[in-house]
């Protein structure tokens, strides 16, 4: 069933259709945690990676001053919520997503953004349960995008020092960081997310920099 949410923010809004994956407080965590640590400019290149209903660029477009800020989907459904919301918010000069898939070496450009953000598909394939609905599956399991493609994709479209900024489970960490170094990003700040401070992380929020030396900045958990 086709939505039509606030997300609280500027007055922008968001469409959502329950029938396929909806955003969650991850995504906002994430826009955050750009804002607050990418220092972005005008001129600053974005993209967005596996950009679902486009809540990570239309949050963007209003916690930073970014000309362009780009996303790429897989999935023609998730782009056509995406590109409703954008019209409707009126962001089509800054906001641009399109269809294609992140494994495909033409689809993006390559060396040439400064920051990449990506909420991935956190389940590994065969993990728990799939949807009969394919949307779902392919937003919530490695089905199309694994931690290893999404961190060679970061790599060939990401300038020298250029930063890609992710959110994903806690107990995934360390397949995403074997997964960014084997790619030449090197981990330079990770913040753990947990809904209950009596309880352990759930998620990890981190930035990685292309060909960054080798210092971590572990910062105060957050609590939701």
């Known amino acids: 069933m086709l939505k039509l949410d606030d997300l609280q923010l500027n007055d922008l809004m968001i469409y959502q259709d329950t029938d396929y994956f909806c955003f969650g407080v991850d995504s906002v965590c994430l826009a955050n945690f750009v804002a607050d640590n990418a220092n972005i400019k005008p001129t600053t290149k974005i993209i967005d990676f596996c950009s679902g209903c486009g809540v990570i660029p239309i949050l963007l477009s209003a916690k930073t001053n970014a000309d362009i800020i780009e996303g790429i989907e ?63 599956t392919i937003a919530r399991h490695e089905v199309e995008c694994t931690v290893n493609d999404f961190c060679a994709a970061a790599n060939r479209s990401l300038k020298t020092r250029g930063r890609l900024f992710l959110v994903h489970r806690a107990d995934r960490l360390v397949d995403v960081i074997c997964g960014l170094r084997e790619n030449s990003l090197e981990p330079k700040k990770i913040q753990f997310i947990t809904g209950d401070i009596k309880k352990s992380p759930s998620l990890f929020l981190c930035e990685a920099v292309k060909l960054g030396g080798s210092e971590l900045n572990v910062l105060p958990m957050k609590t939701l």
Request: aromatic share 6%; proline share 6%; net charge positive.
């Open 74 to 136: 897989l999935q023609p459904q998730m782009l056509e919520l995406a590109n409703k919301s954008i019209d409707y918010n009126n962001l089509h000069e800054r906001v641009k997503i399109r269809l294609g898939d992140i494994k495909n070496k033409t689809a993006i450009k390559s060396d040439f953004y400064d920051v990449v953000t990506i909420n991935p598909p956190y389940k590994p394939v065969l993990s728990g349960a799939t949807n009969a609905n394919d949307v779902k």
